[in-house]
């Protein structure tokens, strides 16, 4: 079958053995045959400067045109001292401009976090959703997805092992799913 719709993925870490970019991995496998998915790189994307629009850089215009082209998102962030990390936050405030015409605007999206902590990135996804709402998208607000104790898992080839956090994503991604079906056919 062939892919109609495209997932942009957006970690907020930028660790290399992230458990929050596995969490991508692992939800972009869950994704039916007519979806494609593409893991955002916001590492190259350089602080959020308002001088900076009068001449985007070019990881900037990548960044934009990767979004443009995504019918639904997948976030997953790591919580650092309570709040989204800073980078997630830079690629948002990014993909925000122009003002108002922001290529997130109505589009769906679904949050996830991992952290070895016992708290499962509740805070940071407070703060999140928060943003998204200033972005005007979509959220899909249930099943919330928090992956406490990350470290105890994911297998070594990083994949989710954990029968519950498995059942919950599995709802998540469907729900994610529905939803840019959804858009689709009122469009
Ligand atoms: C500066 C810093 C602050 C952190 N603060 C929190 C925190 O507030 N809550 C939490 O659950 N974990 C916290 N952690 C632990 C992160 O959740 C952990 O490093 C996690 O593995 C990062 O996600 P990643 O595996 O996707 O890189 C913090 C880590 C760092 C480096």
């Not at 960044?63 to 082209?69: G, I, P, Q, T």
């Not at 709802?171 to 994610?176: C, F, G, H, K, R």
């Amino acid at each position: 079958m062939s892919e109609r719709f495209h997932i942009v993925g957006i970690s907020g870490s930028l660790r290399k053995h992230s458990h929050n970019t596995q969490l991508l991995h692992n939800a972009a496998a869950l994704l039916p045959e007519d979806f494609r998915f593409t893991l955002a790189d916001i590492s190259v994307l350089p602080l959020y400067n308002q001088d900076l629009e009068s001449e985007l850089p070019e990881a900037v215009k990548q960044f934009a045109e990767l979004l443009h082209s995504g019918n639904g998102f997948l976030i997953s962030s790591p919580e650092y001292n309570g709040q989204l990390s800073g980078a997630l936050k830079n690629a948002l405030d990014w993909a925000s401009r122009p003002a108002l015409q922001t290529p997130l605007a109505q589009k769906p999206v679904a949050l996830m976090g991992a952290t070895p902590g016992m708290g499962g990135t509740g805070r940071a996804q407070v703060g999140i959703r928060s943003l998204l709402f200033a972005l005007n998208m979509d959220s899909v607000n249930r099943p919330e997805f928090l992956l406490p104790q990350s470290h105890t898992k994911f297998d070594e080839s990083g994949a989710l092992t954990d029968p519950m956090a498995q059942q919950i994503m599995q709802q998540l991604v469907d729900n994610l799913v529905t939803k840019i079906k959804k858009h689709a056919s009122e469009q």
